[in-house]
């Protein structure tokens, strides 16, 4: 009877052992993320030129830092400033931060961004402000669906959206335009 006792003793040992064991195998301890979105390389205080098809700068991006990140092949820039080079007068934007995330020509800058461009023979200065602006630097495009003031020699407008063809020349206002018109004297 003591052996019979026993017996089932170290059965229910080892019934009580394999089920602790399958306890463990399904909750682990240490959970791990998978595919987490964490940089795979930074530079800081770096300075970027592109080239156009003749070999001559198309535009320069300096930013204060940078952080790519492989997982959706993304990038985030800290205080980005971008000058582009013009034969009708170079422009510039600077911005609190960028994101680049797939098609490479197209920046999303964000906060406090600001669109500067210089006089030249044939265009006045122009100066954007806005918190959002999404530029191809191919097409050198800019657009926000934002609130954006802009200002130039004679004029002052406020709107809600906006399409700036560079290349073209062109400025489309997209609604709630405000603003007010005093020449020159």
């Not at 495009?141 to 954006?148: Q, S, Y």
């Not at 004029?155 to 073209?168: A, I, R, S, W």
Request: aromatic share 10%.
């Amino acid at each position: 009877m003591k052996t019979f006792i026993s017996l089932i003793i170290v059965f229910l040992i080892a019934v009580f052992s394999f089920w602790l064991q399958d306890i463990f195998k399904e909750a682990p301890i240490i959970k791990t993320k998978e595919d987490a979105h964490f940089p795979d390389y930074f530079m800081e205080n770096f300075t970027i030129t592109s080239m156009n098809e003749n070999g001559q700068p198309a535009y320069i991006l300096n930013a204060k830092r940078m952080e790519h990140f492989s997982d959706d092949d993304s990038a985030e820039f800290e205080n980005p400033y971008i000058e582009f080079k013009d034969s009708n007068g170079n422009w510039s934007i600077s911005a609190k931060r960028a994101h680049i995330v797939g098609d490479k020509n197209i920046i999303h800058l964000y906060n406090e961004v600001k669109v500067r461009r210089s006089i030249s023979d044939t265009r006045g200065p122009l100066d954007i402000d806005t918190d959002y602006l999404k530029i191809n630097t191919e097409s050198e495009i800019a657009e926000t669906h934002k609130l954006a003031h802009l200002k130039t020699k004679d004029v002052e407008l406020d709107t809600l959206g906006m399409v700036f063809d560079n290349k073209q020349g062109i400025l489309k206002l997209m609604s709630q335009v405000k603003g007010s018109y005093a020449p020159a004297k």
